[in-house]
Nanobody
Framework: QAQLVESGGGLVQAGGSLKLSCTASGRTFGSMAWFRRAPGKDYEFVAVISWDSGSTYYTNSVKGRFTISRDIAKNTVYLEMNNLKPEDTAVFYC?????????????????WGQGTQVTVSS
């Protein structure tokens, strides 16, 4: 059965950096994405990468600060986050789907990780 395991969350001061990892087991996916959920809010799309082409797509609020990448050999996707802001505080989830399209809606992803907490202090 396919599984996603995230790591790399933590507590960081505003302006700092963190790098999240998500390793897939059981199968290879067409695209993998990061979503986040802040306290009291709904899930928010962050970024997605197409596995074969490496094409990427970001939500506007993270463009220029976050970078999504993948290591094909390790079946792992990364989210490098720089210049973090308090409003980035959330549980970050890795998600995957079979198709390669760069989609930003939660309903299109059928495999999810357990989430990793990112807290940015001011």
């Amino acid at each position: 059965q396919a599984q996603l395991v995230e790591s790399g969350g933590g507590l960081v001061q505003a302006g700092g950096s963190l790098k999240l990892s998500c390793t897939a087991s059981g199968r290879t996916f067409g695209s993998m994405a990061w979503f986040r959920r802040a306290p009291g809010k709904d899930y928010e799309f962050v970024a997605v990468i197409s596995w074969d082409s490496g094409s990427t797509y970001y939500t506007n609020s993270v463009k220029g600060r976050f970078t999504i990448s993948r290591d094909i050999a390790k079946n792992t996707v990364y989210l490098e986050m720089n210049n973090l802001k308090p409003e980035d505080t959330a549980v970050f989830y890795c998600a995957a789907r079979m198709g390669p399209e760069l989609l930003d809606r939660r309903l299109y992803y059928n495999v999810w990780g357990q989430g990793t907490q990112v807290t940015v202090s001011s």
